[in-house]
Structure formats: structure tokens, C-alpha cells
Nanobody
Framework: QVQLVESGGGLVQAGGSLRLSCAAS????????MSWHRQAPGNRRELVAR????GTYYSDDVKGRFTISRDNATMYLQMNSLKPEDTAVYYC?????????WGQGTQVTVSS
């Protein structure tokens, strides 16, 4: 069984920065991909950034401001130049064959 534990969310003013962490524990064999998603109230959950062996992907909304990275079984999302529209619950996801695992979510609130 794999567990993902997120940390690092909070309240920040527009233009500020936050770093989210997602630590995996349990039976980790090979991590095929890591990604961050977010869901704002009334909206669908959307992909923000993904890290795979061949590179990274960012949504147009965050490109140039967010950076996804990993250190062994921990994944990070460095968020700079935050905007009020970045306010959402952020979820980490890891594809560790044969399963897909989600973190519990962490609230990010950006005030104007």
C-alpha cells in the first residue's frame, strides 16, 4: 500500500511564493509519473504539472511560474508569482504501477 502525504499549503498574498511537498511511503517500486492537480470551488480538477522520465509538462496557466521537481520519493511544486486565480485545493498524484495514488489535498489561498 502506498500513501502520499502533502504539506506546504497556506495563505499568501498575490505575487508571493509557496512550495508544496508530497511524500510517498509504503511499497514503492517504480514511480512512472508524478503530477500536481488542483480544484477550485465549482470547478473540475485540472492538471497543473506533470513529471515523467522524458520531461515535464505545465498547463498554460502556470507555465513560467510553477516548477515541479522530485527528490527520490518526494515531489515538490514551487509556486512563484502567485495570483488569486491560483486559489484551489492542490492534490499530488503518483502513478506507481499498477496503481494511481492521490494525496489528501492541501489548500492554497492567494489574496489580492
Amino acid at each position: 500500500q502506498v500513501q502520499l502525504v502533502e504539506s506546504g499549503g497556506g495563505l499568501v498574498q498575490a505575487g508571493g511564493s509557496l512550495r508544496l511537498s508530497c511524500a510517498a511511503s509504503g511499497s514503492i517500486s517504480r514511480v512512472n509519473s508524478m503530477s500536481w492537480h488542483r480544484q477550485a470551488p465549482g470547478n473540475r480538477r485540472e492538471l497543473v504539472a506533470r513529471l515523467v522520465s522524458v520531461g515535464t509538462y505545465y498547463s498554460d496557466d502556470v507555465k513560467g511560474r510553477f516548477t515541479i521537481s522530485r527528490d527520490n520519493a518526494t515531489m515538490y511544486l514551487q509556486m512563484n508569482s502567485l495570483k488569486p486565480e491560483d486559489t484551489a485545493v492542490y492534490y499530488c498524484q503518483m502513478y506507481i504501477a499498477p496503481g494511481i495514488y492521490w494525496g489528501q489535498g492541501t489548500q492554497v489561498t492567494v489574496s489580492s
